[in-house]
């Protein structure tokens, strides 16, 4: 017992969180980017665009020397680790800022059970490490705030530095950092030291990104380096304006579904509590807040969702304000407590029932492309994912079927799962899988169709999700198309 009281209270929510992700963890390879992270950490493969997060790249890769039985379980733990490591430093920071472990306790409560942050920290995602370099940079940014020494500083930039190596994301904080440190203490400027150390934590924190672009420019050239840094893909701002206008729009309701009716009302309550106590650092957590929800507005729909997240991290912090402000009122006996509870439960009844309700309802709230064994409504809607192995089944039963040295046309989401397979369990080695890809202006070549049909087997993915990427049209009229398992063959016309 006196062992327990001795551990601080911020590991125990940390490894609560743990345990709660390990019990809803995937138990193996999922769709799209899981599969091809694990790709990327079991090849080392390191690169400059948006997509590659070379910092997770290469902690993956070590982590996957870890003796599980499975690679990309292995992965997916790796997820888990680093969202609850960020439980634990929301929990102390909330700590630090009202001397209330209650508060502490619902914001990590809440924010551990919160839709998106809970999805991405059970499955091999880059996010979860995103948020936790983050939370950190939060955290010794405010005590430094609150009157912490200059060390405080140098550690935020350093965190903000190894966050940059995961996520170009981070390129959007940064400025607001530097800016709110010269207005909260201007005479900084006037300390080299200081600033010299600071600009050196962050570069060392940066040192794998920097290494990779020095690398780049003296390979590919400083031209073709920049232009893949600067991708079309990090820069989406005002590209549609229309939809930054609507998706700002709806992020209240986006907020509410993470911190349902309770933890909306006490975030909303520490916003004012917070604005009495310090409006300055009110106004840069706002701001920082509202710069993550206009860039997500204007990014890719299928990435939005987890770009939002940060934003949610800074409204976790007013909600444990909140918490506090609330816990100070006269209240009947209990009647804190069931609001504790309620704040950690409602999460649950919620996202668990969203599939009955939307199957009741009718109303389609999400419309992604239908997948063999997946049930769209409980795979997004649902942030559990035991049990889960739809992904592998497709991809072994896609393995079995194929012809020998079969070429297989496929896009991305399928297609990396087969991938997984074959670079990581080096399963059926004798198949060549050929990306068609929307997002790089890749269709399925029909120059290397016509050239391959007659040498090998020749089979496509998918001719209703994205016709016009695999030229359904195109093929039927040239080819006969022969659906066998869950290949499509295709055939010359007889």
């Known amino acids: 017992m006196q062992l327990i009281k001795k551990v601080p209270a911020f590991i125990w929510a940390a490894l609560f969180a743990l345990i709660w992700y390990g019990f809803t963890l995937a138990p193996t390879v999922l769709w799209g980017d899981p599969a091809k992270l694990a790709i990327f950490s079991y090849k080392l493969q390191l690169g400059l665009h948006a997509a590659a997060h070379p910092l997770h790249t290469v902690i993956g890769w070590a982590w996957g020397h870890l003796p599980f039985p499975d690679y990309a379980l292995g992965q997916n733990v790796l997820s888990a680790v680093f969202a609850a490591l960020t439980i634990g430093i929301m929990y102390l920071l909330i700590y630090e800022l009202t001397l209330s472990h209650k508060a502490a306790i619902i914001t990590s409560a809440s924010l551990a059970l919160a839709h998106t942050f809970w999805w991405l920290a059970v499955i091999n995602e880059s996010y979860s490490l995103s948020f936790f370099l983050f939370s950190l940079s939060l955290l010794f940014f ?7 020494k200059d060390p405080n500083l140098g550690v935020t930039f350093f965190s903000l530095g190894l966050a940059l190596s995961n996520h170009y994301l981070t390129f959007l904080f940064i400025p607001l ?40 420019f003296l390979t590919e050239g400083a031209s073709v380096s920049l232009r893949v840094l600067a991708d079309k893909s990090i820069l989406p701002f005002w590209r549609n304006p229309g939809k930054i ?20 009302g006490t975030g909303l309550i520490g916003v004012w509590a917070l604005k009495k106590k310090d409006f300055l650092l009110t106004t840069f957590l706002l701001i920082l807040l509202l710069a993550d929800v206009l860039f997500s507005a204007g990014y890719m729909w299928e990435r939005q969702p987890e770009i939002m997240v940060p934003s949610y991290i800074i409204f976790a912090l007013f909600l444990g304000m909140g918490a506090a402000q609330l816990e100070k009122q006269k209240w009947p006996k209990y009647t804190f407590s069931f609001i504790l509870v309620s704040a950690a439960l409602l999460p649950l009844l ?19 492309r ?10 997004f809607m649902v942030p559990d994912k035991r049990g889960y192995y739809g992904a592998r089944r497709y991809g072994e039963e896609v393995m079995a079927r194929a012809a020998p040295k079969a070429l297989i046309f496929g896009d991305f989401t399928p297609l990396t799962v087969l991938r997984f397979l074959q670079t990581v369990e080096h399963k059926r080695p004798d198949i060549i899988l050929q990306s068609v890809d929307s997002a790089v202006g890749e269709p399925l070549s029909l120059i290397t169709l016509k050239k391959e049909v007659s040498n090998r087997p020749v089979y496509i993915l998918d001719d209703i999700a994205y016709p016009n990427l695999y030229r359904t049209k195109e093929l039927k009229e040239k080819y006969s198309l022969k659906h066998e398992g869950l290949l499509i063959r295709v055939l010359p016309k007889q």
């Open 142 to 148: 405010i005590r430094w705030w609150k009157g912490g």
């Open 177 to 216: 950092y530097v800016g709110f440190v010269l207005i909260k203490e201007p005479r900084i400027l006037f300390k080299p030291l200081t600033i010299t150390g600071v600009a050196l934590a962050f570069i060392l924190g940066a040192g794998l990104l920097v290494s990779i672009m020095t690398v780049s």
């Open 350 to 368: 919620l996202y668990y029932s969203m599939p009955t309700l939307t199957s009741i309802s009718g109303i389609r709230l999400l419309n992604p």
């Open 245 to 264: 206008v609507i998706e700002t729009l709806k992020y209240s309701a986006y907020l509410f579904f993470q911190f349902p009716l309770i933890g909306f």
């Open 370 to 379: 239908v997948l063999p064994y997946r049930n769209n409504n409980y795979y």
